[in-house]
């Protein structure tokens, strides 16, 4: 085994990993805690190993027609099961171990993008993310903490989940925001390039 080299981005993921794991834990979410902590792991064994783990790395996957048609089952899943209930969270799990195993290619082929257009791009993302991590994080923590949150409940220090409720009620914006989540992630596959 070498020396294992500390990449500064390397570094970022651990620590922000690391704090959201934290959180979860402490805020009682032992679902969430546990996938965060894996994720925690799953760098460090990466830096350890010197190259990432073999699920990642591999180039068989699924043709193009059945991850669509997969997202759709899944999709079809999230809008008939219960909000926050077992089905939904299985669903979720399945996509997500879908994609790592059958459907993501770490290094697609693309357009080579200049050094500058990359670093603005990762900045505006990073950003963004903080951005709702913080939002999210400090709306938890006061709703817990404060006095102010037995009067006012969770509507004076709204979650982004909280926000999305009224919508998140209906049928239709059910569907809409699950139809958005699936086209993302197929987005981010960049699944429409693909042969």
């Known amino acids: ?22 959180f979860q834990w402490w805020r009682g979410a ?9 994720a ?6 990466d830096l350890v190993k010197g190259s990432p783990v073999e699920p990642f790395i591999r180039r068989r996957i699924l043709p193009r027609g059945v991850i ?5 089952i899944v999709g079809v899943i999230l809008t008939v099961t219960p909000r926050n209930g077992w089905l ?5 799990l399945i996509a997500g171990a879908g994609v790592m195993f059958l459907a993501w290619s770490p290094q697609p082929t693309r ?20 951005s709702l991590c913080v939002w999210e994080a400090l709306a938890l923590v006061i709703s817990a903490t404060s006095p102010l949150a037995a009067t006012y409940a969770l509507q004076a220090f709204p979650t982004v989940s909280v926000l999305l409720d009224p919508l998140l009620r209906s049928g239709v914006g059910q569907v809409f925001f699950v139809g958005c989540w699936l086209l993302t992630g197929l987005g981010l596959l960049r699944l429409w390039s693909r042969p």
């Open 88 to 92: 939904d969270l299985v669903g979720v």
């Open 1 to 22: 085994m070498g020396r294992i080299i500390w990449k500064r981005s390397a570094l970022l993921w651990l620590l922000a990993l690391a704090i959201m794991a934290g």
């Open 30 to 38: 032992r679902v969430d805690g546990l996938l965060f902590t894996l």
């Open 111 to 130: 357009d080579v993008r200049p050094d500058a257009a990359v670093h603005r791009s990762s900045t505006i993302w990073a950003l963004l993310a903080i």
């Open 40 to 45: 925690v792991a799953l760098v460090l064994v």
């Open 68 to 72: 669509v048609a997969c997202a759709a």
